[in-house]
């Protein structure tokens, strides 16, 4: 039997104004790009998408009128699955399960995760723009094919100045 052909998404989140090209590298080979809010400046949107086709929602700090086109949620329909976009998971206004969802992509909170909880997978890939605190800067990449989802968090390595 043949195996599925891998549908790549690449995942980032709060980049707040910085779009490095460390993670630009990261990111390249992805089939599609979500942006899971905090973006800071168009420009970081268009650059994405040079990668791949881009799906963004507005975080709580894109408040400039470039922004305000953004929906603050967005479910898609990704190689087969459904994936939920929401900036902080605490403003989830819905039950992922119940809506056939199988991944959730968030952010805000600059610490990146993962985790199955019945049968859906909650990631945030962390931040990618100006560091915050201690934490480290990560994006995410999704792996699917057919039914079968892998996600890894990826550090972005900045080299000495």
């Not at 931040?127 to 792996?143: C, Q």
Request: proline share 6%.
């Amino acid at each position: 039997m043949k195996k599925p052909q891998t549908f790549t998404i690449g995942l980032i989140s709060d980049t707040h104004g910085l779009l490095r090209d460390e993670a630009m590298t990261l990111l390249a080979g992805s089939h599609r790009i979500i942006h899971a809010g905090d973006i800071g400046d168009a420009a970081i949107l268009e650059r994405l998408s040079r990668i791949a086709p881009v799906d963004a929602i507005r975080g709580n700090n894109d408040i400039a009128p470039w922004a305000a086109q953004l929906h603050e949620t967005l479910t898609l329909q990704v190689a087969g699955i459904k994936v939920h976009v929401v900036h902080s998971l605490a403003d989830m206004a819905l039950d992922p399960g119940s809506q056939g969802i199988r991944a959730v992509v968030a952010g805000h909170s600059h610490r990146p995760s993962m985790e199955t909880r019945d049968g859906v997978i909650y990631i945030n890939p962390g931040s990618a723009g100006p560091r915050r605190f201690k934490l480290p800067l990560t994006v995410a990449k999704m792996h699917i094919a057919g039914e079968d989802i892998e996600t890894v968090i990826l550090p972005i390595e900045i080299a000495p100045r």
